[in-house]
């Protein structure tokens, strides 16, 4: 039984550094990978919004620009757009095409 509880106070501490560490590494890579560090681009995801599993919509602040985007297994496309400092209130849709 003393055998059971050393070997239990010694590896459910390291299990809990192990799940704390992935945690911090898929949030480094994630900011990484994405290209959020800082602000120091153009580009910049300010806020998703999942719809249905495979269907998101998404804004993107693109030089002072906010542009909503509908991002689906089949690919991206632009739903509307609006300056960055007025989003709330206006938002230009882009033409109807005929398909």
């Known amino acids: 039984m003393a055998d059971y509880l050393l070997r239990l106070a010694l590896l459910l501490p390291l299990l809990g550094v192990m799940i704390w560490g992935s945690l911090k ?51 991206i496309v632009r739903l509307g757009e609006a300056q960055g400092d007025e989003r709330a209130e206006t938002l230009t849709l882009p033409p109807k095409s005929e398909v």
Do not use: D
């Open 25 to 75: 590494l898929t949030r480094y890579l994630q900011t990484r990978l994405v290209g959020l560090q800082g602000g120091s681009g153009t580009l910049e995801l300010v806020e998703t919004s999942l719809l249905a599993p495979g269907l998101k919509l998404a804004v993107v602040r693109f030089h002072n620009r906010e542009i909503l985007l509908g991002c689906s297994r089949a690919g």
